[in-house]
Nanobody, 122 residues
Framework: QVQLVESGGGLVQAGGSLRLSCAAS????????MGWLRQAPGKEREFVAA????????YYADSVKGRFTISRDNAKNTVYLQMASLKPEDTAVYYC???????????????WGQGTQVTVSS
């Protein structure tokens, strides 16, 4: 089992920045791929970014490429999502996810956090 706890969400103006964190426990973090996904009201969950166990492979959705950066600190069992140039359409609940294999899809992730709300005002 893997437990994931997100933090760092909040309200920010368009053009601003936020950093989300996800603390993991229960499985060797250094061998676990991590991802961020989001779900806006009335929409399906969508992939945002993912990173492999070492940080050597990252994937991004086209909608966030160049604005968001995923990173990890294996010593702290934490994955981050640095979000910049935020837009109102980035408003969503952001979920942290984990699995053995890094993927750029919404499905297939074995473990999920409870989510953290990000609201971007115009």
């Amino acid at each position: 089992q893997v437990q994931l706890v997100e933090s760092g969400g909040g309200l920010v103006q368009a053009g601003g920045s936020l950093r989300l964190s996800c603390a993991a426990s229960g499985r060797p973090f250094s061998s676990t791929a991590m991802g961020w996904l989001r779900q806006a009201p009335g929409k399906e969950r969508e992939f945002v970014a993912a990173i492999n166990w070492s940080g050597s492979i990252t994937y991004y959705a086209d909608s966030v490429k160049g604005r968001f950066t995923i990173s990890r600190d294996n010593a702290k069992n934490t994955v981050y999502l640095q979000m910049a140039s935020l837009k109102p359409e980035d408003t969503a609940v952001y979920y942290c996810a984990a699995d053995r294999i890094v993927r750029s899809t919404t499905t297939g992730w074995g473990y999920w956090g409870q989510g953290t709300q990000v609201t971007v005002s115009s």
